[in-house]
Every structure is written in C-alpha cells, then in structure tokens.
C-alpha cells in the first residue's frame, strides 16, 4: 500500500476479455463497466491514478504473483485456490449462476428438470468457477469450454449448445431479448463472491480495502453503482463511444 | 496488544463532544454512554484498566497516529480516507443517518420532497462522514456545519437552519418532543459503521477486537447494549448524577 | 500455511470427546461429523494430508499454543478469551442454545417462565461457552458441569437435572423421542460462532481460510455439508461401521 501511494499509481490486472456490465470497452478501447468504476474509486481513495493492465482473464493470478500489478480487480471469484497464491479482501459483490436453456435443444429428460444427460451439451467459459462447478454438477452431459462470455454466447445463439452456464444479468437480458426460446433451468446453482485480490505480503492492504469497501456498502456508494451497470442499460449508449475517430487516446 | 497487556492499560481514544447515547458525561464529568460501555468490556477482555483520553472528535485520527491511545473507540465510522492511517475492526454498531426538517422553515419545494433548494440552510456537524455525505446530496442547499451534535441540534430548535443531519435515535426523540414541529425528510441517506481503530502496525489485535465482537454480537451482549442506549432512556437519570459535590474524583 | 505446505500435512486439533453431529467416532474408532469433513475438506485446498489430534476439548487452545497442531477445527467457539492467545477465521457455523427441559422436574415457577430457583438443576458441559453463559443467566438455579455431552444428556435422562443447556440440533433430537417428557423452555438463550483458530503468528493463514469459508458459503458446498450433519440421521449407519473386526486402522 505504501508502495502505491509512493509511486502515485495503483497498477490493476483487470481482465482483457469483455464481460459487461462488469467489463468492457467501448469502440476506441477505452475501459468501462462496473469494475472498472470500483476499481477507480480505490484509487481515487488512495489519491492516485489507476493504470489498468490488461490481462488474460486465466493470467491475473500469475500476473499478480509475478508484480506485474498491485490489485486485481476484475469480478473476480473468491476461492481457496487463488487465496494459496493471494490475499482476498472482504466480497464488493456477488454473482448467481444460472442454467440459461435452449427450449430449442431440450433433452427429453428436460420435463422432469434433468438436464444432466449424454449428448446433452453445457457451455461454460473456461478456467472459472462456472466450469470447476458445473463439472461437479453435470457429469454425463458434455461440458464445452469457451474462451469468453461472448462466445459462450454465441455458441448457444447458433445452436452448438443446448444450454450455458450465465451469469446474473445475462439471462434476464437474453429472455428479454427472444422470450419464447430461452429459460433458465432451475434456481441459482451456485453464486460467488468477488473482491479485489492483492499480493500475499498485503495484509495491511488488505484492512484498508476492508474499511473502503465497508464505507461504502453503508453508504449506498456500491449499491448505486451495481444498479447502474446491472439494472439499468444506459450504459449501452456509451459502448458506441470512439466509433469515429477517437479524440484522446484509449485509458 | 502484547504492549497494552504488559502496561496494564489500554489506553482508549474517545470524543471530548457528547454525542448521546454514544458519548456523554454525568454532572460530576464522569464519561457514560454505549461506546463506553464498549470501551470498558474491551479493557475487560483484555484484563487491563481502561483509561480515556478525551480528545476533539476531529484530533481522534491523529491522536492515534501519534500514540496518545491503543485504540479509538468513540462512534468512529469506517472511512477509507481514516483507513490510509488506521487500521479498522469489523464494525460493532450501524447508524442511519435522516434528514431532519423544521416545519416551520421549509422552502416550498418540500411539496415535492425536494430539499436541496438555494437559501435552504442544512446543519451538519462539522468533520463527520454526515458533513461530506451532505455535500454530495446538496449542492444547492447551503450546508452549514456546527462544533457538534448539541450546536447543531440548538440551531435547528432556534430556527437558525431549517434542518439537520441527525442520526438515530436523534430525530425520533426530538419527534417525540415536538411532533407538530419536526419531521423526517426521506428515507435514511445513508448509513455509516462503526467500528475500533488501532494503529497501522496492530493487524493481530484487530483479529482479536475482530473475535470480541464476533463473540458479542453471536451471544446477545451487543444487542443487549444497544437496546439500553438507544431503545429506552433509562440512563437519562444517570446524568444528573454528580450534581451535588461529587463523592469520588470523575473517571 | 506454508509450513503446512512444506510438510504436507495439515495437524488438526479436534476433541476427543463425541459431540454429534460434529464430532462422533464409529465403532472402529474413525472419526466423522461436521467438523471432520469441514477439516478434511481444508486440507484437501491446502493441498496436503489432513492428520487429526485427538485432544480433550478443554485442551484446544494449549496444544495449539504449544504446537501440537496447526489449526483448531472443532466446533470452537469464537471468544475474546481464546483470542488472546490465538487467531479466529470468519466464522463457518453457527449454533442456538436452549434449555431444555424435563416436563417431570420443573419447578413451580416454570408457569410464569422462570427456571432461575433455588434448588433446580441445570445441566452444562463443563469448560464451554454454555457454562460461562449460564452462570450469568441463572444466578439462583444450581449449574451441574457435566464432562461431555453424552453426559449431560444421561443426567437428564436419568433425571439427576431437570434441564439442560442443548445446542441445535439436539433438542429437536429429544424432542422428537420422548414428545411428552422434553421442552424447550424459551427463545435461544444465546448463540455462538464456530470458525477456525490458528496460532498467532498466522494471520496470512486467516486471510487463506477466510477466502475458503467465503467460497464455500457463496457456492452452497457449507451449507450441503450442514444440511445432511444437522437436518437429515443419514450419517447414524456410519456409526455403527467398525463393529465387526475392522478391516483398517482407524484414522
């Protein structure tokens, strides 16, 4: 922490795929989404300036080890496994997982809420919690990994699967958008919890991240922002932002 | 924590203003309230004497810093600007924090709920979180902070505001005083968390204070605390006491 | 941690005394219970052999202070006491404490809901936070230290106490045997914490831990696990395994 403030900058591994509302960029590249909105705020706390590393989403924890940056901040899950190499502070946010269904591709066993069949093909993004789960959930149907959100996505959009595994808002916004094909399969299968990690030697770092994060969940700050990218879509508007010659250079 | 073992003392950070229930003194002096019902089971815990150093609210952080106390433990809200030179507990108490309106001042954008008018004077106590909350809902409402939570309340009962920030159980007994008077303006704006803050080198006795209210919170203790200072008035009768010459010297 | 790493076992201080469902032994002597599959699921994460202490309850946080283990997993309760000498993790259980009564023993006064008179007898297990909470909730009553729970329950059955303090699930347990005899003879008197203590040079143990409690609570894995110990007597068949000569060493 001292280190940070030292140098006037927070360096943060953020992911380099898309997964709005939490992260994306809009056409010139510049970042935008609910963690990049947190993970401004954290800087602007410590008093300076963000600098956002862009990284593989299955490299944040090598990256963070390695020093290439001070915090992820990046929706990221907490879990025992990243927690061997870093230190998480306390969740800023939650998500619920869902079985988003194809009604086009049901199995037959669909009628009974089993979906847990051979040939039956479930869409996870690969090296997140979303796959290490379904594998535990689903062992005879046919778990297919895709690099990123959108292509899990897309891969349900064309067919190539029957169902994904999606993340809150995603199913609500794809039912919204073509009601009579999609469903979702059951209650939350699981949820998860995000905070930002931060390297094994930062434990008072961590305490700081704490009180920012308590601070602001009783003061409505957090809650303002999650309705902003999560129950509302003003934000699209900004997506198209940078579709003609940028201004200023992508953040 | 081994330091204030080994001294017999702890030595506890606490607001020289009164900021009843939390924080306030008999006729003879003598500091009561919960936060030093708080401070005193603490200490106990510890097995160590507590001894109270009163202090400006708005010194608190730096009186830490400088190793005047152990802890602070005075209504202190968890702030990331405090966490940059403090370390915080878990919180142990929650405070709402309302608008608090005299019906004799209000402008006539009140109809509509709307407070945050030019002209409309708003009291806060000065260098709290409620002062740099009420400067981002009320940008054009002037903010006028006050020494304290008495200061503030005199001029909201003199007519020199037209309302104040108050935090509970404030405006239910001034409500209770005067029902045709004063009135709540809205939903709570926000709340804050209160918690103890030690110094930045105390990681492990903040896991202790973490396991002390842990412990309180899950056997009643806390709950039971609470309801005494802010359910009932009850300790009301305690303040007049030392209004005679005082039989023993104030704590 | 990477002590335990490094040594590839995890030396888990658990009582040696049977508090089903979480701690119990089948008739081979193997341990089972709640807080077996939370220790052995702890090492698992790490990574690493989980190796059991069996240990007088009484004598947790000595072994651990001394060593003889690296954790404490043993349905601990989370109190400032035992955290002077150790580290708490967030807490992974919770549990209610009644009074439970016998219908055949009660006193006079138990028609107005009062049990604290002289001459009625309350049993407790010796060494726990029910014994320091029922001390100061009946003053009047007489409190029986009972070593274990086994005999405490006996004393009950036995009619030698005309209640005892009963933590969730056994009530509910006894109730259901003899529906006429036994009853709960208010509200939960009081709860506690249970989480993981570690030794005090530990904290980056906590903060690994904390994220593993945290992961288990948000994906439902806990909460599964607490479900078949304390909603479901599935497990009771475990316990007569061992009967027979037993093919293996118990653990």
Same mark, same amino acid.
């Given at each position: 922490?001292?280190?940070?403030?030292?140098?006037?900058?927070?360096?943060?591994?953020?992911?380099?795929e898309?997964? #709005?509302?939490?992260?994306?960029?809009?056409?010139?590249?510049?970042?935008?989404?609910?963690?990049?909105?947190? %993970?401004?705020?954290? %800087?602007?706390?410590?008093?300076?300036?963000?600098?956002?590393?862009?990284?593989?989403?299955?490299?944040?924890?090598?990256?963070?080890?390695?020093?290439?940056?001070?915090?992820?901040?990046?929706?990221?899950?907490?879990?025992?496994?990243?927690?061997?190499?870093?230190? !998480?502070?306390?969740?800023?946010?939650?998500?619920?997982?869902?079985?988003?269904?194809?009604?086009?591709?049901?199995?037959? &066993?669909?009628?009974?809420? @089993?979906?847990?069949?051979?040939?039956?093909?479930?869409g996870v993004i690969a @090296?997140t919690?979303g796959e290490?789960?379904?594998?535990?959930?689903?062992?005879?149907?046919?778990i297919v990994p895709f690099p990123d959100d959108e292509a899990s996505r897309d891969a349900l959009?064309?067919?190539e699967v029957?169902?994904i595994i999606?993340?809150?808002?995603?199913?609500?916004?794809?039912? #919204?958008?073509?009601?009579?094909?999609?469903?979702?399969?059951?209650?939350?299968? !699981?949820?998860?919890?995000?905070?930002?990690?931060?390297?094994?030697? &930062?434990?008072?770092?961590?305490?700081?991240? @704490? %009180? =920012?994060?308590?601070?602001?969940?009783?003061?409505?700050?957090?809650?303002?922002?999650?309705?902003? =990218? !999560?129950?509302?879509?003003? =934000?699209?508007?900004?997506? &198209?932002?940078?579709?003609?010659?940028?201004?200023?250079?992508?953040?």
């Open positions: 922490m001292d280190a940070v403030i030292d140098r006037g900058t927070l360096r943060i591994g953020i992911a380099e898309d997964f #709005l509302p939490w992260i994306g960029r809009d056409k010139a590249g510049k970042l935008l989404g609910f963690e990049v909105d947190v %993970a401004h705020d954290l %800087a602007r706390v410590l008093g300076v300036r963000p600098e956002f590393v862009e990284t593989p989403f299955g490299d944040l924890l090598n990256g963070l080890v390695a020093g290439r940056f001070d915090v992820v901040i990046s929706a990221y899950s907490v879990t025992a496994e990243r927690a061997r190499l870093a230190l !998480f502070s306390v969740p800023y946010g939650q998500t619920d997982y869902y079985l988003l269904l194809d009604n086009n591709k049901l199995p037959k &066993s669909a009628s009974e809420g @089993d979906y847990d069949v051979e040939g039956f093909k479930i @090296d919690i290490a789960i379904s594998a535990r959930s689903f062992t005879k149907a046919e959009s064309k067919g029957g169902a999606a993340a809150t808002p995603i199913p609500n916004f794809m039912m #919204l958008a073509e009601p009579d094909r999609y469903a979702i399969g059951s209650e939350a299968l !699981f949820s998860s919890s995000e905070a930002v990690a931060v390297r094994p030697d &930062s434990l008072r770092f961590v305490n700081f991240i @704490d %009180a =920012w994060i308590e601070e602001n969940q009783a003061n409505g700050r957090l809650q303002a922002a999650r309705e902003y =990218w !999560f129950d509302t879509l003003e =934000w699209e508007q900004r997506l &198209s932002k940078g579709d003609e010659p940028a201004d200023q250079p992508a953040e």
